[in-house]
């Protein structure tokens, strides 16, 4: 009799190899099979459209239980599940089957739900303003986060800012987003809700997380086309070459 070794079948959302070359960080997320992967999104998006945090940023038990984090190994695979595998990113959104062995989990098979991209800078400096300006609103209400969406210069929504304030004492948002300690996920899923804009699955998202270095706000920026214009234009400002540190 050969023992069978449990399996774990879930749509996950790739964070990249922050702890080791050989492993690619998945944070499971809680889908209900339509390309939407958590949290409460708004009904529409539009210039009024703010986020109450409650999703990440707050611990709460729930989101505890359904985006938690695990390590699963790279290495030792063969033909076109390497291939996958090795294509795989920070930002990917992806249907995979793990395997437990011996209680460490390796890829059975997967699938890409969305190619989104996660692109995380430290030390950024010239934020745009748009980020200011919500943060300003966040002052004024005395709230610890706001968020508005963008527009391009045909008045087309673009995309959704939102910005957190830089937490006291040992929490550092910056690393929990990047671990998937604090899930990015709810973010992302607020788009597919409006009816302007393609799902996820359809039209892959860019999501840059920055650390101004001389402001007291993180941004997340969750760019409604991975290879548009503007996400262009992010990579150029706070990407390789800018002076911030890539994480």
């Not at 409650?54 to 729930?62: F, L, M, S, V």
């Not at 959104?93 to 460490?104: E, H, I, K, M, Y």
């Amino acid at each position: 009799m050969t023992d069978t070794q449990p399996t774990t079948t879930g749509r996950y959302r790739v964070l990249g190899r922050p702890r080791e070359p050989s492993e690619l960080l998945l944070v499971s997320v809680a889908g209900d099979g339509s390309g939407s992967d958590g949290g409460s999104p708004p009904t529409e998006v539009d210039g009024n459209d703010t986020a109450d945090g409650n999703d990440t940023a707050d611990g709460d038990d729930t989101a505890d239980e359904a985006f938690a984090p695990v390590y699963v190994d790279t290495t030792g695979y063969d033909g076109a599940l390497a291939a996958a595998v090795e294509g795989l990113h920070a930002g990917t959104l992806v249907d995979a089957t793990l395997s437990w062995r011996d209680g460490d989990p390796v890829f059975e098979s997967v699938d890409v739900v969305a190619d989104t991209v996660f692109e995380f800078s430290d030390g950024v400096t010239g934020i745009f303003e748009a980020a200011k300006n919500a943060w300003m609103v966040a002052e004024a209400d005395n709230e610890g986060m706001n968020a508005r969406v963008t527009r391009s210069t045909d008045g087309e929504p673009n995309g959704a800012v939102y910005v957190f304030a830089k937490q006291s004492g040992a929490r550092d948002l910056f690393s929990e987003f990047r671990t998937g300690v604090t899930p990015l996920s709810p973010l992302v899923s607020r788009v597919d809700a409006a009816e302007s804009i393609p799902p996820e699955a359809d039209q892959p998202r860019a999501v840059f997380v920055l650390r101004p270095a001389d402001e007291p706000f993180l941004v997340v920026y969750v760019v409604f086309r991975r290879d548009g214009m503007l996400a262009e234009t992010m990579r150029t400002t706070y990407g390789e070459g800018s002076g911030a540190e890539l994480g």
